[in-house]
């Protein structure tokens, strides 16, 4: 990598670590820069979870300073997303991605038509005790984190509206838990990767010195009432523009 191109790395890593943690869909950025750079997609795929590791670590202890996390209920639906996510990073260490490709296409689109659908529902104020588990909801945390494993893009956009809708939380509180979740699930298939000598860890790290402080500001402004509307237009524009970006990249 050249000298020069230091800056767009570590810039790339940031708005990975604010837009991930605000809402998510980061990846978009990423891992098109890492493949431009000489990366293979998979090496890039593997690679981009050290900063979306490192960088949730920032954004925890932001939330956790706030007291913003419900541990046991985060807790517990790790426990299904985890196990996705182990199943979807297997999976996607001995496919090629372009085998699912329309299906991504598909469900990216389908996110946005839920967040189009339910703006009310996402913007609603606190739960203030509406919040519930059912045994459907850890079938639905499984399936978005085999999701996760397998390629990153827009597992968090899935996982914050599961827990807004499905759940009852808040964006508000629907951020912190979502940034626990995607931490051991990245961790997780960032081990897989790992093994499989799919992960870069020069970009990685650089990268990770971008999506620490881009992590920081995310939790922190995620944790303010009046933040709520901006987080709803960034996932309607961050959504958006991965769909370009899938269609312009399987489809042309």
Known sequence: MELSQVPLVIGA?????IINTLAGSGSAVTLPLLMFLGLSPSVAN???????????????????????????RGLILCLPSLAGTLLGAYVASI???????????I?????????????????RPQSKGQIHLAWKHYIYFFLVGVWFGFIVLD???????????????DL???NAVKSLIAFLGAAASLVIFTEKAEVNWYYGLLMT??????????????????VKVWVYRLLIVAISFEIYHLVESYLF
């Open 155 to 169: 597992a968090s956009v899935f996982f914050l509206l599961l827990l807004v809708l499905a759940v009852g939380y």
């Open 107 to 123: 469900a990216v689109i389908g996110a946005l038509i839920v967040v189009l659908t339910n703006t009310h529902s996402l913007l």
């Open 95 to 105: 496919l090629e991605p372009r085998v699912i490709a329309v299906a991504i296409i």
């Open 13 to 17: 890593g940031f708005s990975l670590g």
């Open 172 to 174: 508000k509180e629907a």
């Open 46 to 72: 593997g690679t981009n979870r050290i900063p979306i590791v490192l960088g949730r670590i920032a954004s925890i202890v932001a939330f956790q300073r706030a007291g913003a996390i419900d541990w046991r």
């Open 209 to 226: 010195a971008g999506s620490l402080p881009g992590s920081w500001l995310g939790a922190v402004l995620a944790t303010k009432e009046w």
